[in-house]
Each structure stands twice: as structure tokens, then as C-alpha cells.
Nanobody, 115 residues
């Protein structure tokens, strides 16, 4: 059973930066696209970014120009670099990919943007 583990969240001031990591227990990222989603309190989970196996990326309009997604297949890790953070970016961030059993998510990592 492949597992995903997110890390890198924390408390940051508005305008600051964070880099989130998503590590997989197997080499699943080399054969599947990986996505970052986020969920703020009281809100539905929303898609943030995707990176395909070929390295093509898509970024949600709300974070375009501030967030980038990248992958290191050798480390089975996907990153979400976040800059110019805003209070509205506060959420639990999850990575997601497709396994043999269907879509899987990690446990999430909390990002709080506040002064």
C-alpha cells in the first residue's frame, strides 16, 4: 500500500514563503500525476496544482504566479513552493495521486499565514 506523507507546513507571515514536500513510500510518482489540494476551515477541498509524469504543470488561478510545483522522481518526492503568501492561503495542504485502489491522499500539513 503506497502512502503519502506531507511536510513543511507551519506559521508564516504574510508575504513569506514555504516549501511543502510530499514523499511517497514507493515509486508511484514516476507513473502518475501528482496534485496538491487544500482545505480551509469551513470550505470544500480545492485543487491547487498538478504535475504530470512528463513534468507539465498546471496551477490554480488563485495561486498562479506565487506557487510552483516540481518533482524529484529519484526521491519519490513532489514539492509545492509557495511565495508571497496571503492569509487566504491558510489551509491544510494535501498531496494526491492515483494508486491501484483509487485516489489516495496524505495526512496533510497545516499552513497558517498570519501576522
Amino acid at each position: 500500500q503506497v502512502q503519502l506523507v506531507e511536510s513543511g507546513g507551519g506559521l508564516v507571515q504574510p508575504g513569506g514563503s514555504l516549501r511543502l514536500s510530499c514523499a511517497a513510500s514507493g515509486s508511484i510518482f514516476s507513473i502518475n500525476a501528482v496534485h496538491w489540494d487544500r482545505q480551509a476551515p469551513g470550505n470544500q477541498r480545492e485543487w491547487v496544482a498538478t504535475i504530470t509524469t512528463s513534468g507539465t504543470t498546471n496551477i490554480a488561478h488563485s495561486v498562479k504566479g506565487r506557487f510552483t510545483i516540481s518533482r524529484d522522481n529519484a526521491k519519490n518526492t513532489v514539492y509545492l513552493q509557495m511565495s508571497s503568501l496571503k492569509p487566504e492561503d491558510t489551509a491544510v495542504y494535501y498531496c494526491r495521486t492515483l494508486a491501484s485502489t483509487g485516489s489516495i491522499w496524505g495526512q496533510g500539513t497545516q499552513v497558517t499565514v498570519s501576522s
